[in-house]
């Protein structure tokens, strides 16, 4: 996939999707404000996507003004450049800035130019990736103060990708890191298992989260039982230290 990856005297653009403030719904910072930078473009095209118009590039970006809420939104051309992002995300106030998508790591360079121009701001910096691309993650490691990694499980991407996840979490490890690995009804335990062996191999101290996957529509019934994310709890335990089960929460409270 070739994204709108361009030059600018020294700073490049890239393809956005929206620019947001609001607290994070999953994992180890649920709860936190952030900053949410969502770049177009993804590789994997996941079963339970809740994001699939950010597949590929949009003539326009989105802009919300208010925190939490999608009302009042600004648009803005694309693409877009480093320093007009530095500027956006600069009228917020929030502890971290989420690079999501999408796959973020797709457009690393800019990525890598983004993070080197704002990095006297006070903005920690998170990760969200599908931790499929760990050549693409040595570009911008360095810049970063946690990622958060998802283990794709073969039946919500149509593939194995246990060597990507695996080298991935090798390099990933070197920075406070946390797993997700969203459950559906049609998972596989054998899959499971494996997943649970990569992590074991590279860190047993690594925080696992165990994520139901959100029902599409939120009054229907179409994601896992509690008790059997409570049964996977204790199985996984039985090979990591950490291990949590934890939806989305953002869904629930209607926010952004």
């Given at each position: 996939?070739?994204?709108?990856?361009?030059?600018?005297?020294?700073?490049?653009?890239?393809?956005?999707?929206?620019?947001?403030?609001?607290?994070?719904?999953?994992?180890?910072?649920?709860?936190?404000?952030?900053?949410?930078?969502?770049?177009?473009?993804?590789?994997?095209?996941?079963?339970?996507?809740?994001?699939?118009?950010?597949?590929?590039?949009?003539?326009?970006?989105?802009?919300?003004?208010?925190?939490?809420?999608t009302s009042g939104a600004k648009l803005m051309s694309n693409p877009v450049s480093v320093s007009k992002i530095c500027n956006l995300i600069d009228s917020y106030s929030a502890p971290w800035l989420s690079l999501t998508g999408g796959e973020p790591l797709l457009q690393a360079e800019f990525m890598e130019e983004l993070l080197l121009h704002s990095k006297d701001s006070n903005y920690k910096v998170l990760l969200e990736t599908n931790g499929s691309l760990p050549d693409h993650l040595t570009k911008i490691i360095d810049y970063l103060d946690c990622i958060s990694m998802d283990m794709k499980l073969p039946n919500v991407v149509g593939k194995e990708l246990w060597d990507e996840h695996q080298e991935f979490l090798r390099i990933a490890a070197k920075k406070p890191i946390y797993i997700k690995i969203i459950i559906t009804p049609d998972y596989e335990m054998k899959d499971f298992a494996k997943a649970l062996q990569i992590i074991k191999k590279i860190d047993i101290n690594i925080p696992l989260f165990i994520q139901p996957v959100t029902p599409k529509v939120m009054i229907t019934n179409?994601?896992?039982?509690?008790?059997?994310?409570?049964?996977?709890?204790?199985y996984a335990l039985g090979f990591i230290n950490d291990v949590r089960i934890l939806p989305q929460i953002h869904p629930w409270l209607k926010l952004t």
């Open positions: 996939m070739r994204l709108d990856v361009k030059f600018e005297g020294f700073l490049m653009k890239a393809n956005l999707y929206e620019i947001f403030c609001s607290i994070q719904g999953e994992g180890l910072l649920v709860g936190t404000k952030q900053v949410f930078l969502r770049l177009t473009g993804c590789n994997l095209r996941c079963s339970y996507c809740d994001t699939m118009e950010s597949f590929s590039g949009v003539k326009e970006c989105l802009i919300y003004p208010v925190v939490g809420k179409d994601s896992i039982d509690i008790y059997e994310a409570i049964s996977l709890q204790s």
